[in-house]
């Protein structure tokens, strides 16, 4: 498991209560460099990290790159059209072209303040938009106290953007070409990865191959977490106006 966070007090106490790999590090940081995964962990508001709609596909494409063929990303959101108490806010987002749920806010504790920062609360509806091109999609929406709700994200797989994107391997091409009871059960890997099982690393909404079931069973599996932030913070409170 690894965990990451920006406040050198949240990693020293992630440190303290067990967390054998911590590091003071922005989501924006996340790369190959840190392992493969199998689960991303982004709870108490955290996937809002990921900051404005633009900001959020380029990270989310990173976590599809550095995690394994059956990945997901566990993630709670809050519903702004849930949500009565930023009705005013919510219209001059729309005005301004931002999503209704888009917040500039920033934490207190008594005399301790963060610079502001930008949380971004999705819809269902426009988390549906916002993975469009990412490779992932919703596995499942899980209603909570609103406007809060729970999700779980996979790795999406789209036939049209697969062949699209190995149209430089014709060997590929020809194995999908053939009816799916005579595939073989092993794809000719374009890339080992790097805990060693061969896999595609593909850059749009496609996929997901895990090359051999041997890598399957042997692999190491991995959490990566994100720690998280006060949830005292609502989007009626410090709320920059």
């Not at 989310?60 to 009705?87: G, K, M």
Request: charged residues 25%; hydrophobic residues 40%; glycine residues 8%.
């Amino acid at each position: 498991m690894l965990a990451i966070d920006i406040s050198p007090g949240a990693v020293e106490v992630a440190r303290r209560r067990g967390v054998v790999d911590v590091r003071l590090l922005p989501l924006a940081g996340v790369d190959s460099t840190l392992g493969v995964f199998d689960t991303v962990l982004m709870m108490c508001g955290n996937f809002g990290l990921f900051g404005t709609e633009a900001e959020a596909r380029r990270p989310l494409r990173t976590l599809h790159e550095i995690s394994s063929p059956e990945a997901r990303i566990v993630f709670d959101s809050v519903d702004p059209s849930d949500d009565p108490h930023d009705l005013r806010y919510q219209a001059r987002n729309r005005s301004l072209g931002r999503r209704p749920g888009q917040v500039t806010i920033r934490l207190r504790y008594r005399d301790v303040t963060t610079p502001w920062y930008e949380l971004l609360n999705l819809s269902p509806g426009e988390l549906q938009e916002l993975l469009e091109g990412t490779g992932w999609r919703v596995a499942e929406l899980v209603p909570s106290t609103p406007p809060e709700y729970f999700g779980i994200l996979e790795k999406a797989v789209s036939h049209k953007a697969l062949t699209s994107a190995l149209d430089d391997i014709p060997a590929i091409r020809q194995l999908w070409a053939r009816p799916a009871r005579i595939r073989p059960p092993l794809l000719p890997a374009r890339r080992p990865g790097p805990r060693g099982d061969h896999a595609l690393t593909l850059r749009s909404d496609c996929a997901r191959f895990l090359l051999g079931e041997a890598a399957a069973g042997h692999r190491r599996r991995e959490v990566i977490l994100v720690l998280p932030a006060p949830r005292s913070v609502r989007l009626h409170r410090d709320v920059e106006r």
